[in-house]
């Protein structure tokens, strides 16, 4: 089944604390992108990934670091979370840019 | 100016009437257009997208785009409690391409 994971699904952590939400499809896309979604704010964009070893910047990027090593594998890394960042993330990904995005499921994140 | 700028509602349309959504967007080069629908605690799914000036139909839901005015509009006729979410329009923008190299291969 083509789809896009993402784990944790949810996650409560405490400020300073490394962490990192994984995110994996199936589908061969070379685009992948992190989103957060905040009451009001609709979806920003963190971090896209075009290829393999080639990220940018979203609208929204401090606090986050991304890798893209693997095709099919865009982990979203917090090297040091805090209380602002607690959002509900999604990860998404399409053939190429600006095509269909297919959306994970969401990781709920609390900073406390 | 956002570049792409919803009413954050809520839409009240009781059940059966149509359901207008409209969203509007700063890049005229934009070229592409979706609208995807979200229900509470679950990820966006993509249920229309339109690239050419008119409407778009897809069951009872119609895509409308006004590249001239930069709108772009959902329309669902005979709305169902289960039509009830969040939308959300979301726009692909022109490709830049620079200026060129020229390349020469040597015999």
């Known amino acids: 089944e083509a789809q896009v994971t993402q784990n944790p699904r949810y996650l409560i952590t405490v400020t300073g604390k490394k962490l990192t939400v994984t995110c994996s499809q199936n589908?061969?896309?070379?685009?992948m992108s992190w989103y957060r979604q905040d009451p009001g704010l609709g979806l920003r964009q963190i971090y896209y990934s075009m290829n393999v070893e080639v990220t940018d910047k979203g609208d929204v990027p401090e606090g986050y670091k991304v890798s893209r090593k693997e095709k099919r594998n865009f982990p979203l890394i917090l090297e040091s979370p805090s209380p602002n960042q607690t959002s509900l993330y999604f990860c998404a990904s399409s053939l190429q840019v600006g095509e269909q995005q297919f959306f994970g499921p969401g990781t709920r994140l609390t900073v406390l | 100016q956002k570049e792409v700028e919803q009413n954050s509602g809520p839409l009240s349309v009781p059940e059966g009437a149509i359901a207008s959504l409209n969203c509007t967007y700063s890049?005229?080069?934009?070229?592409?257009f979706f609208w995807y629908r979200q229900y509470s605690g679950k990820s966006p799914e993509l249920i229309m997208f339109i690239y050419s000036n008119g409407d778009k139909e897809d069951g009872r839901f119609t895509a409308q785009l006004n590249k001239a005015s930069q709108y772009v509009s959902l329309l669902i006729r005979d709305s169902q409690p289960s039509d009830s979410a969040t939308y959300l329009c979301a726009v692909r923008t022109k490709i830049i391409f620079g200026s060129g190299t020229r390349l020469s291969i040597r015999p």
């Open positions: 890049d005229r080069g934009s070229q592409s």
């Open positions: 589908m061969n896309h070379e685009y």
